[in-house]
């Protein structure tokens, strides 16, 4: 199960991603032919269980389909992160939810469903724990109104899974999580994404106007959103950029060999590789600190198949990592290639841009390390 999904994975980066990442990254274009194309291979619902038609499969495959995708265009590994995200909350819904989630995560399985985290507020920056929203009581529902400041694959998706406090939560971390159809009343995609990198993944703000939400679409008890984002959604979220990091920096490790090998000083008649020393050291460099991140991330799939007592250490400190070892791995090939890629005429800028955004996306590298070095002085995080 796990080669075939790597294996289908790899055939949709060369055959639908690869030709179009340039342009669609130009065109900062949403790639609805990657969504099929993923749909219809079964590996929207990689990791849903076998009872609603998913193939319960689990992060060590999750992690290699994302690295296979950000290979070729981290824009729509980045949309299916996302997505997995969406679905493992929708899947760990509370009991009183299961019947009306499950024909949900039933289409996900059969490829005809996207869904997306909506968490992020203007109001709380990139403390995406701390919603500024309130849900408001309904009857057995709620209204929800929220300025959601990104949202991956914003206007692209059937469902939003969406945080917001809870009515009667008296603390900051007090949210409650909630399924949100894409056709409810309220939902609107409140502006353009223009971004530096992950052009083509639509991560525009959306606005929640008085969108109301029934009892059967609350997915966490009232006040449980903030254990559901740091028990199911964080740490495949830490391993999924992990593992974008790690497309982007094979990408460059792989356009940068060619570079090396295929542009020539003529006049000396031998190709740049061949006649720079300092050239052959970056790009060792490159491979080394590629080699390190690929080792990272499998230690942390360890953890997570494996959970002991460092496991959140790792969760921390592996995004961390990522974040910086892409945009240093990205750079060296960008001085590496010079001209070259400087002038666009190589993958190479866009990759640079890219690997900008994991660093940046909550918890951001700065808050990990707040984080971590808060946990190992005993201090609380939150
Ligand atoms: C491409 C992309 C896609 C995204 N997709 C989604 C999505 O699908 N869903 C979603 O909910 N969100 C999404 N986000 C939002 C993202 O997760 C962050 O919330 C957002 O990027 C943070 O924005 P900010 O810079 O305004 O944060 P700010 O909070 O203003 O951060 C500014 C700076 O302050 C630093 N900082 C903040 N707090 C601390 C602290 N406590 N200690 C130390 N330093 C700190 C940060 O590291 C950063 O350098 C996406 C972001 C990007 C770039």
Do not use: C, I, K, Y
């Given at each position: 199960m796990h080669d075939a999904a790597i294996s289908r994975a790899r055939e949709i980066a060369s055959r639908v991603l690869m030709p179009s990442a340039g342009q669609n990254d130009k065109a900062a274009r949403f790639s609805t032919e990657a969504v099929e194309s993923l749909g219809e291979a079964g590996l929207l619902g990689l990791m849903l269980p076998l009872e609603v038609g998913g193939t319960g499969l689990g992060p060590r495959t999750f992690a290699g389909v994302i690295a296979m995708l950000a290979e070729a265009d981290a824009s729509v590994a980045m949309v299916y992160l996302m997505h997995v995200l969406a679905t493992a909350a929708i899947a760990s819904a509370r009991a009183s939810a299961a019947a009306s989630v499950t024909p949900i995560l039933r289409e996900i399985s059969a490829g005809r469903h996207l869904s997306t985290l909506a968490f992020s507020e203007a109001g709380s920056r990139s403390h995406f724990w701390a919603p500024v929203s309130r849900a408001q009581r309904n009857g057995n529902g709620v209204h929800i109104s929220a300025k959601k400041s990104w949202v991956t694959s914003a206007g692209h998706v059937q469902s939003y899974v969406v945080s917001a406090l809870s009515p009667?939560?008296?603390?900051?971390?007090?949210s409650t999580l909630y399924l949100l159809p894409a056709?409810?009343?309220?939902?609107?995609?409140?502006g353009p994404w223009d971004g530096?990198?992950?052009?083509?993944?639509?991560?525009a703000p959306i606005t929640l106007d008085d969108c109301e939400v029934p009892?059967?679409?609350?997915?966490?008890?009232?006040?449980?959103g903030f254990t559901a984002m740091l028990n199911v959604v964080l740490p495949l979220f830490n391993l999924g950029t992990a593992a974008v990091a790690l497309g982007l920096c094979r990408a460059a490790l792989s356009a940068t060999t060619s570079h090396l090998k295929t542009a020539k000083f003529e006049h000396l008649g031998q190709s740049l590789g061949e006649s720079l020393p300092t050239l052959r050291a970056q790009l060792a460099t490159m491979q080394i600190e590629t080699d390190g991140l690929a080792a990272r991330i499998d230690d942390l799939i360890e953890h997570l198949e494996k959970p002991r007592e460092t496991t959140m250490l790792r969760v921390l400190g592996t995004k961390a990592a990522a974040g910086d070892l892409a945009i240093s791995v990205t750079s060296t090939a960008m001085r590496v290639c010079g001209g070259a890629a400087f002038s666009k005429h190589l993958s190479i800028e866009r990759l640079f841009r890219d690997a900008h955004a994991g660093a940046v996306m909550a918890p951001t590298g700065d808050v990990l390390r707040e984080f971590i070095g808060k946990s190992l002085l005993g201090m609380s995080l939150f």
């Open positions: 009667e939560g008296n603390g900051p971390t007090d056709g409810t009343r309220g939902v609107s995609v409140a530096l990198g992950l052009r083509a993944n639509a991560s009892s059967h679409f609350q997915l966490t008890d009232d006040g449980a």
